[in-house]
């Protein structure tokens, strides 16, 4: 099996309101301890996106948000405090 890629309706590589909602949420997910660094399942591959009910590994991790944490490690900002305009961007 090759490597999977982000599914389209990906809320990390689409801009639609619900995608901003989604990023949101996973960010109050990570910061209340519910999940670890932002890691959570595809949307589309099961409805139990946090792991609750079986553990998040390659084969049903949201490739998308792997992807933007990435992109993150890799210039130093955090994108929802970019994109949103809420002031300067944020150093890790």
Same mark, same amino acid.
């Given at each position: 099996? @090759?490597?999977?890629?982000? %599914? +389209?309706? %990906?809320?990390?590589?689409?801009?639609?309101?619900?995608?901003? /909602?989604?990023?949101?949420?996973?960010?109050?997910? &990570?910061?209340?301890?519910?999940? +670890?660094?932002?890691?959570?399942? %595809?949307?589309?591959? &099961?409805?139990?996106?946090?792991?609750?009910?079986?553990?998040?590994?390659?084969?049903?991790? %949201?490739?998308? /948000?792997?992807?933007? #944490? &990435?992109?993150?490690?890799?210039? @130093? &900002?955090?994108? /929802?405090?970019?994109? /949103?305009? #809420?002031?300067?961007?944020?150093?890790?």
């Amino acid at each position: 099996m @090759g490597e999977r890629k982000p %599914c +389209k309706e %990906c809320p990390w590589i689409t801009n639609y309101k619900h995608s901003e /909602s989604w990023k949101g949420y996973v960010e109050k997910m &990570t910061k209340g301890g519910q999940i +670890k660094n932002g890691i959570h399942k %595809c949307h589309m591959i &099961t409805s139990d996106a946090w792991g609750l009910h079986s553990p998040v590994d390659e084969s049903n991790m %949201c490739i998308g /948000s792997q992807e933007e #944490r &990435t992109k993150i490690e890799n210039n @130093g &900002t955090f994108r /929802s405090e970019k994109d /949103s305009g #809420r002031g300067q961007e944020t150093g890790i």
